[in-house]
C-alpha cells in the first residue's frame, strides 16, 4: 500500500500499487501542473480530505486540488461511471517515483 498527500497532509490518498511506469504530459494544463501522472483503476485508491475541482475546455476531467495547501493530487472522470483516474506521482514518496519509468506525452498537439 503505498500512501500519498499534499503538501499540507489534508488530502491523503492510499494506492494500492506502485506504479511502474508515469507520464510527464506537456499539455497546455500538465505543464503548468508540473505533474507526473500515475494512472489507475479508482477502486484501487481510497482519497480522503477536501479538494477543488478545475475542469475546462470539454469538462470531461476534473483536476483535484487540496482546498488548504492547493497541491494537485489527482484527477477523476467527471463521469462517475468512468474507472480511470490519475494520481499526481509527486505527492508520492520521492522512493517510490524514483524507481518508475518517466514517459513523455505530447499533450501540445493534440
Known amino acids: 500500500m503505498i500512501e500519498a498527500s499534499c503538501h499540507c497532509g489534508k488530502v491523503k490518498l ?3 500499487q506502485a506504479p ?7 499539455c497546455s494544463i500538465c505543464l503548468r501542473y508540473g505533474a507526473l501522472w500515475a494512472y489507475y483503476q479508482r477502486k484501487d485508491v481510497a482519497i480522503s480530505g477536501s479538494t477543488k475541482v478545475y475542469s475546462w475546455m470539454n469538462h470531461r476531467i476534473g483536476f483535484h486540488r487540496c482546498e488548504n495547501c492547493g497541491c494537485v493530487t489527482h ?3 467527471t463521469d462517475p ?8 506521482a509527486r505527492i508520492m514518496p ?3 517515483l524514483a524507481q518508475a519509468v518517466i514517459r513523455k ?3 501540445a498537439s493534440w
Open 105 to 107: 506525452l505530447d499533450g
Open 14 to 16: 492510499q494506492i494500492a
Open 81 to 88: 461511471a468512468g474507472p480511470r483516474m490519475a494520481v499526481n
Open 75 to 77: 484527477w477523476l472522470s
Open 94 to 96: 520521492p522512493e517510490i
Open 20 to 26: 511502474q511506469d508515469v507520464t510527464d504530459c506537456n
